[in-house]
Nanobody, 115 residues
Framework: QVQLEESGGGLVQAGESLRLSCVAS????????MAWHRQAPGMQRELVAS???????DLAQSVKRRFTISRDAAKNMIDLEMSELRPEDTGIYYC?????????WGQGVQVTVSS
């Protein structure tokens, strides 16, 4: 089972930027797609950004033009670059590896955006 380790969370002010990184314990191309999800307090976990084996990127409507996802295959790493952060971006951000109907999760990192 893949192990996913996230880093880069923290407290920022609205309008600032933050970069999250996720390192996988194995080849990320073993999975259909890699993704970042987030869970705000009292809310369900939602998909924020994903990148599939072919490099296709999908972003949630709420983060388009502000967030981007990228990968470094040599390092088995995916990043989430977040800019123009808003208080509603606050939550726990989880890295995930998706394979068919299975999802493997990291522990999550806290992102807090103050107004």
């Amino acid at each position: 089972q893949v192990q996913l380790e996230e880093s880069g969370g923290g407290l920022v002010q609205a309008g600032e930027s933050l970069r999250l990184s996720c390192v996988a314990s194995e080849n990320i191309f073993n999975y259909n797609y890699m993704a970042w999800h987030r869970q705000a307090p009292g809310m369900q976990r939602e998909l924020v950004a994903s990148i599939n084996v072919g490099g296709r990127i999908d972003l949630a409507q709420s983060v388009k033009r502000r967030f981007t996802i990228s990968r470094d295959a040599a390092k088995n790493m995916i990043d989430l670059e977040m800019s123009e952060l808003r208080p509603e971006d606050t939550g726990i951000y989880y890295c995930a590896a998706h394979l068919l109907s299975r999802t493997f999760w990291g522990q999550g990192v806290q992102v807090t955006v103050s107004s």
